[in-house]
């Protein structure tokens, strides 16, 4: 099985209101940005949709509305991974609905042996036809898959790209070098997404692309297409912000931006915590240099 998820996605973020209940109407606005604004496909319940915060209900309603909104017009993959492996096992056997694809993080907190990272996966792989997609980021689940135990398991037939946000250069590049044909890497760095499709990764999830999807699919697809002037101006024209995006953590630096361009509030719900009044001016000054 080929991966199919190129290009430009993105990590939508999940809008509340006031009430701290999710915006659904936000959330249409959100998708509707997306789509018209060149991404390729989207992916929902990521990390940065904060759903270790949603309900069971409330991550199948916020599915519901993304396909409803989307209407078929661009893929969409779902965040679905955990450290409880029969758990997960047993929500891919029930089917999840509509969607293209599952985003799965490797397990966190309980730091597997690379032999335990692998036997999940392929687990995991064995409980539905669905194609997935592997999330390396060591930064928050404690533990690192090895390019030994990614290449193992991209000879699994519907486990198809790996979303890489390790950082570390040399690893992923040892990924692109050795992956079996067919077989995605996809950047989980927004900015590291231009030096990886120049090493000849095959696109981004990004959280960036939430506020600015325009400018971030034209740096993407400029790249891919060897236009690097065009990639070059678009991915330095993002450098700075994307750094004020992530300075007190995600998602709120990016839900700050969306606030101020009106698609949605910045609320986000504990333990997370919207940006200082600092980063906020900072984030809509260079939000304001980049429209200019």
Do not use: C, W
């Amino acid at each position: 099985m080929n991966n199919v998820f190129t290009g430009s996605g993105v990590a939508l973020v999940t809008p509340f209101d006031a009430s701290m209940q999710v915006d659904f109407d936000a959330l249409k606005r959100l998708v509707e940005f997306q789509i018209y604004n060149g991404t390729d496909f989207l992916v929902v319940q990521g990390t940065t949709g904060e759903s270790p915060t949603l309900s069971t209900s409330e991550k199948r309603a916020i599915l519901d509305t993304v396909l409803e909104t989307n209407s078929g017009r661009l893929k969409v993959v779902y965040g679905l991974g955990g450290n409880d492996t029969a758990g997960i096992a047993g929500e891919l056997e029930k089917g999840i609905e509509g969607i293209d694809g599952i985003l799965s993080v490797s397990p966190y907190y309980n730091k597997p042996v690379q032999r335990g990272i692998l036997a999940h996966y392929k687990i995991l792989a064995d409980s539905t036809d669905l194609p997935i997609i592997l999330y390396n980021v060591p930064g928050r689940t404690g533990s690192n898959i090895a390019p030994e135990t990614t290449l193992a398991l991209a000879e699994v037939k519907n486990i198809v790209a790996i979303k890489e946000a390790s950082g570390n250069m040399e690893q992923i590049m040892q990924l692109i070098k050795y992956r079996p044909k067919g077989f995605g890497v996809i950047s989980g760095d927004d900015n590291l997404t231009l030096p990886l499709i120049l090493s000849g990764a095959d696109g981004v999830i990004s959280v960036v692309a939430n506020a600015f999807p325009a400018l971030f699919s034209t740096m993407v697809h400029a790249a891919q297409s060897g236009k690097l002037e065009v990639a070059r101006k678009a991915h330095y024209a993002l450098f700075d912000v994307t750094k004020l995006f992530f300075e007190q953590g995600n998602p709120g630096g990016v839900k700050a931006a969306l606030s101020y361009l009106e698609i949605m509030d910045d609320y986000m719900r504990l333990p997370l915590y919207p940006v200082s009044l600092d980063l906020k001016k900072r984030i809509q000054q260079e939000v304001d240099k980049i429209l200019a």
